[in-house]
């Protein structure tokens, strides 16, 4: 590995270090993290595709578009270092290596060195490497926002999973605990949910819209990032995302467990919830959320995230077997009178966490109250 140039990007607070390594190298650098990270996309599979051609170029000599990596973390300073302790730390380090651009050259790299005799020399051209230093989790979401435009672009969503990845099977503000799929756990507790739809939430949080995104919105997610950048770019907005899910629990769990009423199946027969747990623990109710506080933060409702922990606290229901009956009659309302019920759900979620955070409203803190409000608002936006 040589060290070509190193700069600063003032933008993101981060180091670029530019280095050339051979292609079997590389391989070696990155391929334990391809079969670590289970959010990392899957190649593309087509034997017609830009891929299958570039692997055939690379024999031929060509030069490959460079690679960009991350190295999130604490590293040190490469300004104190010299090339040859900079390409050290890189390689010490190379098990927390992120691709932010490049997957699917890297899987034809790995695909055109197999197809080599092993004792064959790898002559091909060197590959350069763009290594960013020291990134945050914001910084590592904004890069491959900009960066992620290629042929296989990912989601947001993915995008996020892949950066939160180390979370899953976690426990985050006392009492979260995040299961991932390969768990083979199901979220039956109070304090346990399913980690995509923790994700989803805070999704919704980043892009400030409850409902799915396509990337036709990229460069209003980069909007958003720059926002979001001025809360505070050393914190972690999702450790702090999942506080506020912890206080919403945490305030359902000391209205009991209330149940619907035995009548209330003579009209309802299949309730969004049998109890409110289940209600809000849905990724529905979730995407409202985080939708909520990052609109009413924008709004200048809200000053943090924080603030929907401590309004939450102060929330309350003084019949919460009614307001179980509320929440599940409005989501039969959508049910029954929309097409796309799921993006019905999400909005009716984010119109009553702003009904309820918001205290201009007549809602404000009152839990029963929001959940009637909340569709009356959706029916005023949609006719």
Not at 38 to 43: G, V
Not at 100 to 109: A, E, F, P, V
Request: proline share 4%; net charge negative.
């Amino acid at each position: 590995m040589q060290v070509v140039s190193r700069l600063r990007d003032n933008r993101i607070d981060s180091w670029n270090v530019l280095v050339e390594v051979s292609l079997r190298e590389y391989a070696d650098l990155i391929r334990g993290n391809l079969d670590q990270n289970p959010f990392q996309r899957k190649r593309v599979s087509s034997s017609k595709s830009v891929y299958s051609l570039l692997k055939s170029d690379i024999a031929q000599g060509c030069v490959v578009p460079p690679v960009v990596l991350a190295l999130p973390g604490t590293v040190p300073d490469p300004a104190s270092l010299s090339d040859k302790e900079l390409a050290v730390a890189i390689a010490d380090n190379s098990k927390s290596l992120m691709i932010l651009d490049g997957l699917q050259r890297t899987h034809t790299i790995i695909d055109y060195l197999a197809e080599l005799d092993p004792s064959a020399t790898d002559s091909a051209v060197p590959l350069r490497i763009e290594v960013y230093l020291g990134l945050n989790r914001l910084g590592i979401l904004y890069r491959m926002l900009t960066l992620n435009t290629g042929q296989t672009p990912m989601s947001l969503r993915q995008q996020i999973e892949m950066i939160y990845t180390d979370y899953q099977g976690k426990t985050l503000s006392g009492d979260v605990e995040l299961l991932a799929e390969s768990d083979s756990k199901y979220a039956t507790k109070p304090f346990q949910f399913n980690f995509k739809d923790v994700v989803e939430g805070y999704n919704s949080y980043i892009s400030r819209d409850e409902l799915p995104m396509d990337r036709s919105t990229v460069l209003d997610n980069i909007r958003t990032l720059e926002r979001l950048a001025a809360e505070n770019q050393d914190s972690d907005v999702f450790e702090k995302y999942v506080a506020v899910v912890h206080s919403m629990v945490t305030l359902l769990d000391s209205l009991g467990d209330v149940s619907l009423p035995p009548e209330f199946s003579d009209t309802i027969t299949s309730p969004f919830g049998a109890n409110l747990l289940k209600v809000f623990k849905r990724p529905q109710a979730l995407s409202g959320l985080g939708a909520a506080l990052g609109k009413l933060i924008d709004r200048g409702v809200l000053a943090n995230v924080e603030d929907g922990s401590a309004l939450l606290e102060k929330s309350g229901s003084s019949d919460p077997e009614d307001l179980l009956v509320r929440l599940n009659e409005s989501l039969d309302w959508l049910k029954n009178n929309t097409t796309k019920i799921g993006n019905a759900q999400r909005s009716y979620f984010t119109y009553f966490f702003r009904e309820l955070f918001n205290d201009d409203t007549d809602s404000y803190l009152k839990l029963n109250d929001a959940a009637v409000s909340a569709l009356r608002k959706y029916q005023d936006q949609n006719g």
